[in-house]
């Protein structure tokens, strides 16, 4: 499984950026796939996930103001952040996790303005 991700940038508080992370290889072994993000001097921070189901899990620092979702094909996740903040600010990582592995895609810097 390869992982590329996309649709980071600057933005200003309260507004919205959408991030996607298109797989391709393996994806029928594909369990979940969600995002990640870490700051500097910080440990990665679990911010959603998306079952191959479609059963989503959002972490309550970003619950109400972000939703994950797949399309149809299940082969690409995306991120929608709204109401965006400062503390937003990070690089944020699509991941995969399948049977034997956990897959991850090359960051994707998000920056949010005061």
């Known amino acids: 499984v390869q992982l590329q991700a996309s649709g980071g940038g600057l933005v200003q508080a309260g507004g919205s950026l959408r991030l996607s992370c298109a797989a391709s290889g393996n994806i029928d072994s594909i369990i979940f796939m969600g995002w990640y993000r870490q700051v500097p001097g910080k440990q990665r921070e679990l911010i959603a996930r998306v079952t191959s189901g479609g059963i989503p899990y959002h972490e309550d620092s970003v619950k109400g103001r972000f939703t994950i979702s797949t399309n149809n094909a299940k082969n690409t996740v995306y991120l929608q952040m709204n109401v965006l903040k400062p503390e937003d600010t990070a690089v944020y990582f699509c991941?995969?996790?399948?049977?034997?592995?956990?897959?991850w895609g090359q960051g994707t810097q998000v920056t949010v303005s005061s």
């Open positions: 991941y995969a996790r399948t049977r034997r592995t956990t897959v």
